[in-house]
T-cell receptor, first 112, second 114 residues
Framework: QKEVEQNSGPLSVPEGAIASLNCTYS??????FFWYRQYSGKSPELIMF??SNGDKEDGRFTAQLNKASQYVSLLIRDSQPSDSATYLC????????????WGLGTSLAVNP | DGGITQSPKYLFRKEGQNVTLSCEQN?????MYWYRQDPGQGLRLIYY???????QKGDIAEGYSVSREKKESFPLTVTSAQKNPTAFYLC?????????????FGPGTRLTVL
């Protein structure tokens, strides 16, 4: 059974701090990884994707991928109260399988 | 104004009724997906389609049906055979690329069985 695991949280950080969200995956053949943010009652919105080992930065967000250890992380710098949401991690397998394997999400609370 | 639209936003169904949820996209994406989200259970794939007139079952297809007659449209019917249909339904679409198929979501339809 291919799985993506995340700590459910809640992860609580003060405003201005760095929030670190982690995700591990079981399918070593997974090639692409996605981070989505979901506000309560709303649909998921893409933050960023990553498929190469190392770091990928986009504004206040940095995704980190380590295929050898099978984990993906998302760092949010200068966290704001508006970042309070559930963060979903997803992994796509190799080949023509377009299906994503989803984690259950980590709830983040940024306290003013 | 490109995007994915879902309608209705809220839907109430009596037991024994079939209902159809609409999903339309004008992003020229080839692939479309239907997910169901329940509290504490994450996103579960119902059906997906990579090309017109073709679709595949996801992990929880029982009690659901779909059609893909046009590239832009992928309606989902929740039949009376679905025993616990109350949930948040999400439609997504993506291009089909060599390394990454980023899925973009519509706003969702919240279905409640009365």
């Amino acid at each position: 059974q291919k799985e993506v695991e995340q700590n459910s949280g809640p992860l609580s950080v003060p405003e201005g701090a760095i929030a670190s969200l982690n995700c591990t995956y079981s399918d070593r053949g997974s090639q692409s990884f996605f981070w989505y943010r979901q506000y309560s009652g709303k649909s998921p919105e893409l933050i960023m994707f990553i498929y190469s080992n190392g770091d990928k930065e986009d504004g206040r967000f940095t995704a980190q991928l380590n295929k050898a250890s099978q984990y993906v992380s998302l760092l949010i710098r200068d966290s704001q109260p508006s970042d309070s949401a559930t963060y979903l991690c997803a992994a796509r397998g190799a080949g023509n399988n377009r299906k994503l394997i989803w984690g259950l999400g980590t709830s983040l609370a940024v306290n003013p | 104004d490109g995007g994915i639209t879902q309608s209705p936003k809220y839907l109430f169904r009596k037991e024994g009724q079939n209902v159809t949820l609409s999903c339309e996209q004008n992003l020229n994406h080839d692939a479309m997906y239907w997910y169901r989200q329940d509290p504490g259970q994450g996103l579960r794939l119902i059906y997906y389609s990579q090309i017109v007139n073709d679709f595949q079952k996801g992990d929880i297809a029982e009690g659901y049906s779909v059609s893909r007659e046009k590239k832009e449209s992928f309606p989902l019917t929740v039949t009376s055979a679905q025993k616990n249909p109350t949930a948040f339904y999400l439609c997504a679409s993506s291009i089909i690329g060599p390394r990454t198929d980023t899925q973009y979501f519509g706003p969702g339809t919240r279905l409640t069985v009365l």
